[in-house]
């Protein structure tokens, strides 16, 4: 899996600034499907860290594999495709695009405005 492909598939990163902190792509990523399911159920992608597969999930970070609703390993691209079209399925289609997220601005102070 590349950053071109996920893309391509219409995911975007869940921390779109690479820092210090975050580990190299090839190591582990995690992704948010662009758009939610037509029953407003967000999409997520995941490769964990030392874990030669990727996951989807209705949640960004899954902890219970009860959770996860697709593994696949990272090379298999036809599966991975396909595992995306059986979740919208499952969920009544695509929907809406995810709202964008407007950070709020700290002001230390009351400003008139």
């Known amino acids: ?9 219409g995911f975007v990163p869940t921390e779109p600034a690479r820092t210090a902190m975050t580990p190299p792509f090839h190591l582990a990523w995690r992704y948010q499907q662009e758009k939610l399911a037509q029953d407003g159920t967000p999409l997520f992608i ?5 874990v030669a ?14 959770d ?4 696949v390993s990272l090379h298999d ?3 991975l ?4 079209k059986s979740f919208f399925d499952a ?3 695509v929907g809406q695009p995810i709202p ?6 700290f002001r230390p102070y009351r400003r008139g405005e």
């Open 91 to 93: 969920h009544g289609g």
């Open 1 to 9: 899996m590349t950053d071109t492909y996920l893309r391509s598939l």
């Open 46 to 50: 995941e490769h964990p860290f030392g």
């Open 81 to 84: 495709e396909a595992a995306i």
């Open 53 to 66: 597969s990727c996951r989807l999930s209705a949640l960004a970070a899954p902890l219970d594999q009860q």
């Open 68 to 71: 996860v609703v697709a593994t």
């Open 100 to 105: 964008a997220f407007v950070p709020h601005t």
């Open 77 to 79: 691209r036809p599966a």
